[in-house]
């Protein structure tokens, strides 16, 4: 029972998959499979296109845990039989094109390969009878979008009684956002991390693609088929809002600032403009603060708005969070605050406005009604201020999740319907986020600092994926100039 390490003599320079990839199958991976190979997630995410690597990515994944190990065990889960024989094939073909592994290979049935030192490769389709109750050390989920969410459930407590295992879930772009897939692989591109991480591979990451036939597929076929079966892109982000492009370019990894940090001596340096939501049944009360950043602070001296405190709550009373509301303002300057009136947020909104005055804060309580037009308003200004990178957005994953489920239909009269589909889960911090924009008067404010000689960066900074640099605590704007209250908000047609 020997492995590839001792037959090949590289020893632990075999734990790189990169290297293992190179002197063991002959196969040198590209430089985007080898950067999903080496990474130390235990959970990996890929939305593929077309050629892009992938399948041979799981190969090369699912020989390298079972050659340098023994008595491991891989299990590939496929959304078909086939599926699940072309996968072990793919397996199978690499093994036996190794010197170092072809004797290696004890028998090849329909679904294992079994190699000497007692490792052994499963493939099998997506059943829960055939993945229930195998010890897994590596669990690969091919076409995971395909894949019933029972499924995934039956299959994943495979993996928790092994230390050290993994597991890699792939696809093309299938399944509506509450699908376990997309909801994972969203996790792993808005908060990567040492649990979880994900990748995006068009099909032109592939070097092999020939670039001239892949735009002559796309002038002859539909844009939806082209984008999800080349692109990877998802098949309702047709109807999405917002694009991922557009989301993404606004998020970086900034701190936000709890109220109950600013000490009150300084409370009037920070000044923030705020959004209610109130939440019924399922739904949660929620609250998003905006603020103008400090140009000094931004290295290009270009205004930006960013949120600087975020919260929601299920199932709180909403005397309760009335009260959160108040001791928020009493941490920022809050200067203004929508509040959603139609709906069951009347009462409370009144209410709210009261607390506020009576606790003298200097809050202005707008109440504001919410209907289609100015829902198709509010999420313009910040599909605009998204694109003209002038909106910076916290890493929040269920913020990020709620902007990306939010849909558009248009409708007969010419107008838009915007909303997140119930299946799709909530949208409220999306609209407290539209009610707190509603509050900032972008036409106040301007580029530059009245010093361009000047920085005032305090310690670690961040970098936005456009390139620009700012304090990973950033404050805002000292002038609240920038704070409006909304006008004509009862028919939804002022800002």
């Not at 599909?383 to 269920?398: A, F, N, V």
């Amino acid at each position: 029972m020997t492995t590839a390490r001792e037959r090949s003599g590289a020893g632990d320079a075999l734990d790189d998959v990169g290297v293992f990839a190179e002197k063991v199958l002959g196969r040198p991976a590209w430089d985007h499979q080898a950067e999903l190979l080496r990474s130390p997630a235990r959970y990996r995410a890929l939305c593929a296109g077309r050629q892009s690597g992938k399948s041979s990515t799981l190969a090369v994944a699912a020989l390298h845990t079972a050659a340098t190990r023994r008595d491991t065990l891989t299990l590939l889960v496929s959304a078909g039989e086939e599926a699940s024989k072309r996968l072990l094939a793919d397996c199978a073909a690499l093994a036996s094109g190794s010197p170092l592994l072809r004797g290696s290979v004890l028998d090849e049935w329909k679904s294992a390969l079994t190699l000497s030192n007692g490792s052994r490769i499963l493939s099998v389709p997506a059943s829960q009878r055939q993945i229930r109750g195998w010890p897994v050390d590596l669990l690969i989920v091919d076409e995971a979008g395909f894949i019933d969410g029972d499924i995934w459930r039956s299959a994943e407590p495979a993996i928790i009684a092994r230390p050290g295992s993994r597991v890699i879930l792939s696809s093309s772009p299938w399944g509506g956002v509450d699908h376990f897939f997309r909801q994972l692989w969203a996790r792993g591109m808005d908060q990567p991390d040492e649990h979880v991480a994900s990748w995006h591979w068009p099909s032109t990451v592939s070097p092999l693609v020939d670039e001239a036939l892949l735009a002559q597929i796309q002038g002859r076929e539909p844009a939806d088929y082209f984008a999800r079966e080349y692109l990877a892109e998802w098949p309702d982000e047709f109807g999405a809002y917002f694009t991922e492009a557009e989301i993404m370019a606004g998020v970086v990894d900034y701190e936000l600032t709890d109220p109950a940090s600013i000490a009150p001596a300084r409370r009037r340096l920070w000044p923030a403009v705020g959004g209610v939501d109130w939440g019924m049944a399922v739904d949660a009360n929620a609250l998003v603060l905006a603020s103008v950043l400090d140009p000094a602070d931004v290295d290009d001296h270009r205004w930006r708005v960013f949120l600087p405190w975020l919260e929601a709550h299920y199932r709180m009373p909403y005397a309760e969070f009335i009260d959160r509301v108040v001791e928020v303002s009493g941490g920022f300057w809050l200067r203004a605050v929508a509040a959603e009136t139609n709906g069951v947020g009347a009462f409370p909104t009144d209410e709210l406005e009261q607390r506020v005055h009576r606790a003298r804060t200097r809050a202005r309580v707008a109440p504001v009604w919410t209907n289609a037009r100015r829902k198709q308003s509010g999420f313009g200004k910040i599909k605009t201020l998204l694109q003209s990178d002038r909106l910076i957005l916290p890493r929040h994953p269920e913020l990020l999740k709620q902007l990306r489920a939010l849909q558009f239909e248009q409708q007969a009269g010419g107008g838009l319907r915007i909303a997140v589909p119930e299946s799709a889960g909530h949208d409220d911090l999306a609209m407290a986020l539209l009610q707190a924009l509603s509050c900032v008067e972008t036409r106040a404010v301007r580029d530059g600092w009245d010093d361009p000689h000047a920085h005032r960066f305090d310690g670690e900074t961040v970098t936005t994926p456009a390139g620009v640099r700012i304090p990973r605590r950033p404050r805002p704007d000292e002038r609240s100039h920038w704070c409006s209250t909304p006008s004509g908000e009862e028919t939804g047609e002022g800002w």
